[in-house]
């Protein structure tokens, strides 16, 4: 099984069935867990780089998502990232790497194929740019 997983939470409505997810698969490995929330921003030319959410709502989301694992007995890790709007799935990817996880785990906004295709999935994304297993929560 999976010894380690990264886990990859925002405020859709996914998170809690990704979170669900990791539960099961670390439980089932005895496995450790890294939640990672993206605090993204937007570029504002000169005006500087602008934040989506505040640090506090970005630690909130990640803290919640780890509390419901560390209560269920795994061993669990947590980060907020910064990153560039757009960025996202070049982001979890590097902290995958950075974390030596052996899955990523994350959920899909379930956009239809064809928005999927116009505006790019992170899933997809990832999927793409990680050089390990990635489980897409829908």
């Known amino acids: ?77 947590y980060e907020v990232r910064n990153t560039i709007s757009g960025q996202a799935a070049r982001e979890i990817a590097s902290a995958a790497r950075a974390h030596d996880a052996d899955i990523i785990v994350m959920g899909s906004r379930g956009r239809s194929d064809l928005t999927g295709l116009v505006l790019g999935s992170t899933a997809h994304k990832v999927i793409h740019l990680s050089d390990r297993p990635v489980l897409v929560v829908r």
């Open 1 to 77: 099984m999976y010894g380690k997983l990264l886990v990859a939470v925002d405020k859709s409505d996914a998170a809690g069935r990704v979170i669900d997810a990791a539960r099961e698969m670390a439980s089932l490995s005895d496995g450790e867990v890294w939640v990672l929330h993206l605090r993204e921003q937007e570029f504002m030319g000169r005006g500087g780089f602008y934040p989506i959410e505040s640090e506090a709502e970005a630690h909130l989301v990640v803290e919640r998502a780890a509390q419901q694992l560390d209560d269920a007995g795994i061993k669990t890790h």
